[in-house]
């Protein structure tokens, strides 16, 4: 396999100085080290991994525990280092699911003979294996080993049958050995592994498209310190976002008032009101293909904003808002199609390919399926916020996309993985016939 080149980027997310890789930036990288000289090679490859970015968690086997420290690789990653799948302490929580899931890749350097046996056979009779069963991230191999182990038939076998599972093979590489022999079984070097690792985020399904979206909630004042909102925290839009620019995609967020940094390579509109958001998502719809509206939108807003602070009224126990409804911004612009915009004098040729968020606490299917004829939408995504470990403010999230043929059902996972999943899904629906 050839030696991927690391893409160059001028956008931040930087650590001791060092450039990053833009497609690893706020990436969570699980790292498998298993047993095998290279193991020692796990400590830089940590700090590259970080260098470009990434935030990264270790599980070390047995055997890579003889090779190198997991008091070093902790110092290293600044994290715990994982080693048993029974530890009782992680498995109160369901330690070895959490990993499963928190992870956007996982990747095995060094990968012996025996890893890649034991995961071509479907073992969990680890900590690492059984992560490796439980998780639906991208799972990337850096085989090393002996060059007759790597060129056995057992082992090749193997490696061909995890690749026909989508499982990534990185490497090897060839040269000298640290047993003497010269042949194909040395682990990748360094860069080339993390240069690797970001190429699996270049999905490139979205190249030379312009894609807006909506994320976090708004704000409706009722007064210079009182306003009407809810719990969204934009994490969903955010991660849309970074998927997108992933996929190739020229990006703009327009996002309400949220404790997230701003993605790399995003053109960011920051607003507050829903009026505000109608207002930028319109603008921005013209000029775009695809328009995601992940955002939480106040459906109301107050009458009339009082310019002063109210103040409490002694006697009186209640206080009457009188409240409007905003406009639908998913249903304006699913609605531009051809129409005439006064106020920009413009004539809209197409509008872009819509997909709206349906936030639900009951019914939730069935209320999607409404919004989605009602609105006219491409496609919209179903979610359940009444769950805690899912919805407003989770890092977790589970959905399903719909439209007008199909239906497909993504289980709990991050929301960086499901922003994945979902932009997978909704590029091949915009080309569909």
């Not at 038939?153 to 090897?172: D, E, I, K, S, Y």
């Not at 979206?213 to 719990?231: C, K, Q, W």
């Not at 009339?304 to 209640?318: A, F, L, R, S």
Request: aromatic share 4%.
């Amino acid at each position: 396999m050839s030696q991927p080149t690391a893409p160059n980027s001028e956008h931040a997310c930087t650590n001791l100085g060092v450039k990053p890789i833009a497609t690893l930036c706020n990436k969570r990288l699980l790292l498998g080290v298993s047993g095998g000289i290279a193991a020692y090679k796990s400590a830089e490859l940590i700090r590259r991994l970080q260098d470009a970015g990434a935030e990264v968690r270790v599980i070390m086997t047995r055997a890579a525990q003889e090779f190198i420290t997991p008091l070093t690789l902790q110092a290293l990653s600044g994290n715990p280092v994982h080693t048993d799948l029974l530890d009782p302490s992680a498995e109160a929580a369901m330690g070895h699911i959490e990993l499963a899931r928190w992870a956007d890749i996982i990747l095995i350097a060094p990968a012996s003979a025996d890893i890649i046996a034991r995961l071509a056979a479907g073992k969990g009779d680890d900590l690492l294996t059984t992560v490796c069963l439980a998780s639906k991230a991208p799972l990337a191999l850096a085989p090393a080993m002996n060059q007759a182990m790597y060129s056995h038939a057992a082992t090749q076998a193997n490696l061909t049958l995890l690749a026909q599972r989508q499982v990534h093979l990185f490497g090897p590489g060839q040269g000298y050995q640290a047993c003497g022999d010269i042949g194909a079984g040395r682990m990748l070097e360094v860069e080339a592994l993390v240069s690797a690792c970001a190429q699996l985020f270049q999905i490139g399904l979205l190249t030379g498209k312009t894609v807006a979206i909506s994320a976090g909630p708004t704000r409706e004042a009722i007064d210079p310190v009182r306003y009407i909102s809810n719990h969204s925290s934009g994490k969903m839009g955010y991660a849309l976002a970074t998927a997108c620019v992933e996929a190739g995609a020229k990006v703009t967020l327009i996002s309400g008032p949220v404790a997230l940094p701003p993605p790399a390579r995003v053109h960011l509109i920051q607003v507050e009101s829903a009026l505000e958001m109608h207002a930028a998502c319109l603008k921005s719809a013209r000029h775009c293909d695809l328009f995601i509206g992940a955002a939480a939108v106040a459906d109301y807003r107050t009458q009339n904003i009082d310019q002063e602070k109210i103040k409490k009224q002694e006697g009186e126990h209640q206080l009457t808002l009188t409240l409007v409804k905003n406009p639908d911004i998913i249903a304006a612009v699913a609605a531009l199609g051809a129409q005439h915009d006064a106020l920009h004098g413009t004539q809209y040729e197409n509008k872009p390919f819509t997909v709206g968020f349906a936030a639900e606490t009951q019914s939730v299917l069935e209320y999607a399926r409404s919004k989605l004829k009602q609105k006219k939408l491409d496609a919209i995504v179903a979610n359940d916020v009444s769950q805690s470990d899912t919805g407003f403010n989770s890092d977790d999230n589970a959905a399903t996309l719909i439209s007008a043929h199909t239906e497909i059902t993504f289980d709990r996972r991050s929301k960086n993985q499901l922003a994945r999943d979902l932009i997978k899904h909704i590029a091949a629906l915009m080309t569909a016939p």
